[in-house]
């Protein structure tokens, strides 16, 4: 069974960075796909970059796009969320998800596996 626990979430003031784990175990496939999502209270849980779990076929969210990338180390079984240049409104629970399957999209509903989230909050 695949197994999914994220980290690196925190407090940091707009223009800052973090980067986000999300580190691997059990049943995952380098050729899975690898989903990050986040949701902020009251809001819809949104999809906001995907890829192969080994790298490549990446995908942003247009709020996110030129600012956050999706990084890898095979070697450590762990995927990354670099996040730049960061937003009052980059505050959320972030989730990381895969799936099985070549396609890597941005819903939700695609991915059955996920991690328990870690919170970014960015301040102004």
């Known amino acids: 069974q695949a197994q999914l626990e994220e980290s690196g979430g925190g407090s940091v003031q707009a223009g800052g960075s973090l980067k986000l784990s999300c580190a691997y175990s059990g049943r995952v496939l380098r050729t899975w796909c690898l989903g990050w999502f986040r949701q902020a209270p009251g809001k819809e849980r949104e999809g906001i970059a995907t890829g192969q779990i080994s790298g490549g076929r990446e995908a942003y969210a247009d709020s996110v796009k030129g600012r956050f990338t999706m990084l890898q180390d095979n070697a450590k079984a762990t995927a990354y969320l670099q996040m730049n240049s960061l937003k009052p409104e980059d505050s959320a629970m972030y989730y990381c998800?895969?799936?099985?399957?070549?396609?890597?999209?941005?819903?939700?509903?695609?991915?059955?596996?996920w991690g328990q989230g870690t919170q970014v909050t960015v301040s102004s």
């Open positions: 998800a895969a799936k099985g399957g070549s396609y890597c999209s941005l819903f939700e509903a695609d991915f059955p596996t």
